[in-house]
């Protein structure tokens, strides 16, 4: 089931963000901000405990919102949850006006991408040197049929 995102759910938030990314996860003072914006929108895959969880942005002169964080446990990856979760993201995304949606990628993410590109994102602009660790960002877009 795909609810949102509740300040009760920070532990497993926490745990799901250092268990999907090495260097650059969320902290725990980020996702409880995330969590009460009004221009954000945070949901979790939750079926015996949080395996998944999406963060969704907004920006008041905007039509286009933008995935920031995408998570599915690795365990619980290939079962459809990351399709499931961006789903929902375009309905969200649709339903507060938004004519596309966006996402960053690790352009060294070659599975991200795939799984990207299968839904219907396109590569609109290299992102050198974007991520900490100084790999280049891939940012990807989808227009949002209304």
Known sequence: MIRPATISDLDALEALEAECFTTESFSRRRLAYLIRDALAEVRVWDE???GGSLILLFRSDSHAARVYDLC????LRGRGIGTELMLVAERIARGRGCASLRLE???DNEAAGEFYRSLGYVKVKKLPDYYLTGCDGVRMERALQR
């Open 48 to 50: 015996e405990g949080v």
């Open 72 to 75: 599915v446990s690795p365990r």
């Open 105 to 107: 990628v690790r352009a």
